[in-house]
T-cell receptor, first 110, second 115 residues
Framework: QKEVEQNSGPLSVPEGAIASLNCTYS??????FFWYRQYSGKSPELIMS????GDKEDGRFTAQLNKASQYVSLLIRDSQPSDSATYLC??????????FGAGTTVTVRA | ETGVTQSPTHLIKTRGQQVTLRCSSQ?????VSWYQQALGQGPQFIFQ???????GRGNFPPRFSGLQFPNYSSELNVNALELDDSALYLC??????????????FGAGTRLSVL
């Protein structure tokens, strides 16, 4: 069983719409969760971190965490063509390792 | 930019050769983690160095080894290269041994091709 799984893509949304990305994790002991954005051929860039149940908003991005359901999501509001990228969900299982999902590729259509 | 620098940017090697990749951590960061990212996959954890000691290791064979220096920079060495080692190698720096809330900042990566 994979430690972190993301909903399969690719995801195509029109400009201005909401993009919804989902992620589940297998270890109930996970304490920290991160969303990274990765443009093609580039390195991952942190866009959100979340540690407690509930919502966390930062600009057009909202992360949601539900530890009981072992579920993390990312909403991108008012999607822009510049949001077209692969989004990686990651969690901390212990003190040193980040475990990543395979990523969901988002394309925002102008 | 994260302040994490990696070299070289691209590398082409042949099967059986050895390679060394280098990483300079962000100023003030004392922990370096290395990841391998195959095409179309998420990064896979190789190992982490904290205070010049290996602090944890993923499911990679011993031919993957590393070092951390007193200035917190790090090297990843891969011996006896195999075709499947072709990937993007990412270095990430963080603070204080990678506690569960520490944030890892990634360098631009080294693209390794093994022919």
């Amino acid at each position: 069983q994979k430690e972190v799984e993301q909903n399969s893509g690719p995801l195509s949304v029109p400009e201005g719409a909401i993009a919804s990305l989902n992620c589940t994790y297998s270890d109930r002991g996970s304490q920290s969760f991160f969303w990274y954005r990765q443009y093609s051929g580039k390195s991952p860039e942190l866009i959100m971190s979340i540690y407690s149940n509930g919502d966390k908003e930062d600009g057009r991005f909202t992360a949601q965490l539900n530890k009981a359901s072992q579920y993390v999501s990312l909403l991108i509001r008012d999607s822009q063509p510049s949001d077209s990228a692969t989004y990686l969900c990651a969690s901390h299982f212990n003190d040193y390792k980040l475990s990543f999902g395979a990523g969901t590729t988002v394309t925002v259509r102008a | 930019e994260t302040g994490v620098t990696q070299s070289p940017t691209h590398l082409i090697k042949t099967r059986g050769q050895q390679v060394t990749l280098r990483c300079s951590s962000q100023s003030g960061h004392n922990t370096v983690s290395w990841y391998q990212q195959a095409l179309g996959q998420g990064p896979q954890f190789i190992f982490q160095y904290y205070r010049e000691e290996e602090n944890g290791r993923g499911n990679f064979p011993p031919r993957f080894s590393g070092l951390q220096f007193p200035n917190y920079s790090s090297e990843l060495n891969v011996n006896a290269l195999e075709l499947d080692d072709s990937a993007l190698y990412l270095c990430a720096s963080s603070l204080s041994g990678g506690g569960v809330r520490s944030i890892q900042y990634f360098g631009a990566g080294t693209r390794l091709s093994v022919l």
